[in-house]
C-alpha cells in the first residue's frame, strides 16, 4: 500500500552534520503532516520535529537552532537536516506521515535509522 525508506543515519562527531531522508511510495493522493520522532536505548519515542504540507513547522526545544526539517511534495520525501549534533542526539530516527491513501492505515513509520554522535 504504502511504503517508507528511510536513509542517512550513521556515525559522525560530536559538532558534525548528518541528513536524513525518508521516501514514500505506493497508493499516495497526498501527504499531510510529516514528522520525525526518535528512540534513545530506555527511553520512549519524542517527537523531534514536524512540518505540515504548507510547510509550517515544529520543533522540540532541544533541538531549535541545529534541526531543519523539510519536504518535497513532488518527491513524497521528507529530510531532517542535523547540524552541530551532540552525544545526547543519538538515537533511532524514525519518519513518520499522515497520508491519504486508498485505505486504512493512514499513518505509517520509516524502519528507522541509527544516528550515533560521539564525543
Known amino acids: 500500500q504504502v511504503q517508507l525508506v528511510e536513509s542517512g543515519g550513521g556515525l559522525v562527531q560530536a559538532g558534525g552534520s548528518l541528513r536524513l531522508s525518508c521516501a514514500a511510495s505506493?497508493?499516495?493522493?497526498?501527504?499531510?503532516?510529516m514528522a520525525w520522532y526518535r528512540q534513545a536505548p530506555g527511553k520512549q519515542r519524542d517527537l523531534v520535529a514536524s512540518?505540515?504540507?504548507?510547510?509550517?513547522?515544529n520543533y522540540v526545544d532541544s533541538v531549535k537552532g541545529r534541526f531543519t526539517i523539510s519536504r518535497d511534495n513532488a518527491k513524497n520525501t521528507v529530510y531532517l537536516q542535523m547540524n552541530s549534533l551532540k552525544p545526547e542526539d543519538t538515537a533511532v530516527y524514525y519518519c513518520?506521515?499522515?497520508?491519504?491513501?486508498?485505505?486504512?492505515?493512514?499513518?505509517?513509520w520509516g524502519q528507522g535509522t541509527q544516528v550515533t554522535v560521539s564525543s
Open positions: 513518520w506521515l499522515d497520508v491519504l491513501t486508498t485505505e486504512p492505515p493512514y499513518v505509517f
Open positions: 505506493g497508493s499516495i493522493f497526498s501527504i499531510n503532516r
Open positions: 512540518i505540515t504540507r504548507g510547510g509550517s513547522t
